[in-house]
T-cell receptor
Framework: AQKVTQAQTEISVVEKEDVTLDCVYE???????LFWYKQPPSGELVFLIRRNSFDEQNEISGRYSWNFQKSTSSFNFTITASQVVDSAVYFCALSEMDSSYKLIFGSGTRLLVRP | GAGVSQSPSNKVTEKGKDVELRCDPI?????LYWYRQSLGQGLEFLIYFQGNSAPDKSGLPSDRFSAERTGGSVSTLTIQRTQQEDSAVYLC???????????????FGPGTRLTVL
């Protein structure tokens, strides 16, 4: 059965520290997508990145980077030089071709960046 | 361009009443999803529309929940005889569906916070 695990419930760092948010997924589908969304205190889910199962190339966008490894079923997210504005809940999600592409979310990781 | 919009932003109702929640997807997006976010259950899928059809209703928690979509655009989620456990934030998302085997990113609306007293 499909499942997404975000084992870190809450992480607290001091500004400018690097931080990695872990995501482990389970799926039997060969065609699937992985996502990261950010939910700031305002509540709206903001899309960050999408990767498909056929593309394991890592991606960097400014201070954000993502490490996708099919061998360990992981899709980890690193924020470099964290800022107070990065404080939010971050959700990892999985969608599968065989399941209407509905998003299956992890439980989220709350990141607190202290000044 | 305009994003996904939802109304009302907040709804307080009494147990046993019916409520309707509305979602306006991004123009041109054929796929529409409803999710629910609650403290105890996290983010859960409710129902998926492709055009006006709902090929996946597997997440609806009971027959008190229903949804429809008209004109391939606006969708309404209806909860009949609300219960306190229905209290949650109801989120709508839309995406394009370019071709079989592919998907596109789901973009979310701001949600409707439902409180059942």
């Amino acid at each position: 059965a499909q499942k997404v695990t975000q084992a870190q419930t809450e992480i607290s760092v001091v500004e400018k520290e690097d931080v990695t948010l872990d995501c482990v997924y389970e799926t039997r589908d060969t065609t699937y997508y992985l996502f990261w969304y950010k939910q700031p205190p305002s509540g709206e889910l903001v899309f960050l990145i999408r990767r498909n199962s056929f593309d394991e190339q890592n991606e960097i966008s400014g201070r954000y980077s993502w490490n996708f490894q099919k061998s360990t079923s992981s899709f980890n997210f690193t924020i470099t030089a964290s800022q107070v504005v990065d404080s939010a809940v971050y959700f990892c999600a999985l969608s599968e071709m065989d399941s209407s592409y509905k998003l299956i979310f992890g439980s989220g990781t709350r990141l607190l960046v202290r000044p | 361009g305009a994003g996904v919009s939802q109304s009302p932003s907040n709804k307080v109702t009494e147990k046993g009443k019916d409520v309707e929640l509305r979602c306006d997807p991004i123009s041109g997006h054929t796929a529409l999803y409803w999710y629910r976010q609650s403290l105890g259950q996290g983010l859960e899928f409710l129902i998926y529309f492709q055009g006006n059809s709902a090929p996946d209703k597997s997440g609806l928690p009971s027959d008190r929940f229903s949804a429809e979509r008209t004109g391939g655009s606006v969708s309404t989620l209806t909860i009949q005889r609300t219960q306190q456990e229905d209290s949650a934030v109801y989120l709508c998302a839309s995406s394009q569906r370019p071709a079989y085997g592919l998907t596109d990113t789901q973009y979310f609306g701001p949600g409707t916070r439902l409180t059942v007293l």
